[in-house]
């Protein structure tokens, strides 16, 4: 079973016992973050949780300040895929009692970049565990509304992209250092653009094209993607964690600076993705995927 | 280094970097739940995260329903402990690929549960690993300003429980079965009685008790601790997991129906606990005491 599966499959489960939406929560599972509305508030609350295992996500021996930023970068990402402003995190952190020194670097790493962004670190939990693993929740803020939906994509839209693709994939390739960045203000310029569609590239472009377009019931034409320097197409088109943008933009908004048009959304089979007129399977990170 | 100590480190850097409060967290580290206050919202709205990790919380051979109910329990309990009610919660679960027969147990356990309470699930996180672990975060809300806190135990209030402890250690000792459930109606209606201190007890009375009053700058002295059938004094006293709530009453405030009284809050050195006269070290749950 691949993780879309189960994920459709859990989410079935829970609207057939009436706990998928309901108290405030108007958009659950099927999004990079959940969204709440409290009465007589102005703005809508965006809710995301990303947990990091050792040998799954990082190894032992990488520095843990980027271990501690990548945890937090992780759920900015998601929270800059639906035009939001973070405001306040959660940490879960399980450790061997005995790495005091480790756990002091991710702290570093992970504290720092909260306080570049502004996000108040408002609690959490504790574990003592053998392997180190995390779970990050972020809650941002939007206008009542106005948050980026993967649901939005209509045929005659141009597919962008926030930057050039592969380059996380090349450097888990060549053993190298890349740290990569949430794209808040990006994500917050397309919103005020007026941009509807929008989520984070976490698992690759083929994957997650796929995923964006079978949440909008449409299909994909891809031409162009521009590839990182040093970066092959197959990083490009199949390497998860670069974390840049990937929106669409209806024929009447320009295209923002920095940004690249890939392609664009055509009527056809709900998800398929064709690149240069082929198929393109998805092939991006599945946690689930059968090998 | 106890978890205590720690968690005060942790704070002592956050307060210093500046992401401690702000962006509207009220209350962040240091008690049951963050608080959370959102522009032209009538109520405040509370966070709290929990772990379990398999061979720490529970282990391979538990019924994973009973895994899946726990977990949401341990949140929701910090919900009570606030006098919250509980709105929705988000998922993290790591499982090995191939257990899918225990995944299922474990979201009809948790699921269940949720249903009961009406706790929306909004969204999660999944991840292939070795071993078993789970995070959850809980949202609650609560009339503005009304949230239960640790820090308002006051001299000459009376310390009471909602229930006899030890059972949850009693069935740990037996390897009998034990499922523990969040005072949730409880927490209501402790701050609907204008009762404005209490906390869930997770980790064993002793050390709670002693958290509580190192929270409100005070001591406790305890006489009277009613033990749940079968269990020890020992279990009752240090065992963790029971889940009561633990709350103090001024003396204008009568206990409400099922609570006990155990004792009184006095002046004194912060967070000493007394038992019929003698010193109380803090014996329950610690991650990460040496030992």
């Known amino acids: 079973m691949t993780e879309t599966r189960l994920i459709e499959t859990i989410h079935s489960r829970l609207r057939r016992l009436g706990i998928a939406q309901g108290n405030g929560v108007i958009a659950g599972i099927g999004d990079d973050c959940a969204i709440f509305r409290q009465r007589g508030a102005a703005s809508d609350l965006i809710f995301t949780t990303d947990m990091m295992h050792e040998g799954v996500h990082f190894t032992w021996d990488a520095d843990p300040r980027d271990v501690g930023h990548k945890a937090l970068t992780r759920s900015l990402s998601d929270c800059a895929a639906m035009g939001a402003r973070p405001l306040f995190c959660l940490l879960a952190l399980a450790f061997p009692g005995e790495s005091t020194q480790w756990v002091n670097g991710f702290y570093n790493g992970f504290t720092a970049l909260a306080r570049k962004h502004k996000v108040i670190l408002a609690g959490g939990d504790l574990a003592n565990t053998a392997n ?22 209509r045929p005659g839209d141009a597919i962008c992209v926030s930057g050039p693709l592969g380059r996380a994939a090349l450097a888990l390739d060549t053993r190298s250092r890349y740290l990569p960045n949430a794209k808040l203000a990006f994500g917050e310029l397309l919103r005020r653009m007026g941009v509807k569609c929008a989520m984070d590239l ?19 034409d891809l031409d162009d993607v521009p590839i990182a320097k040093g970066a092959t197409l197959q990083h490009a088109l199949h390497g998860g964690e ?22 664009r959304i055509v009527k056809g089979p709900s998800g398929r993705v064709n690149f240069h007129g082929q198929p393109l399977p998805p092939q991006g990170w599945d946690h689930f995927r059968p090998q």
Chains 1, 2 share one sequence.
């Open 132 to 153: 180190i693993s995390c779970d990050v929740m972020v809650c941002g803020e939007v206008p009542r509304g106005q948050a980026l939906l993967r649901s939005k994509a």
């Open 242 to 263: 670069d974390y840049e943008l990937l929106f669409t933009l209806p024929p009447k908004i320009a295209a923002p600076k920095g940004a690249r048009v890939i392609g």
């Open 202 to 220: 976490s698992d690759g472009l083929s994957l997650d094209l796929a995923r964006l377009c079978i949440a909008s019931n449409c299909a994909a």
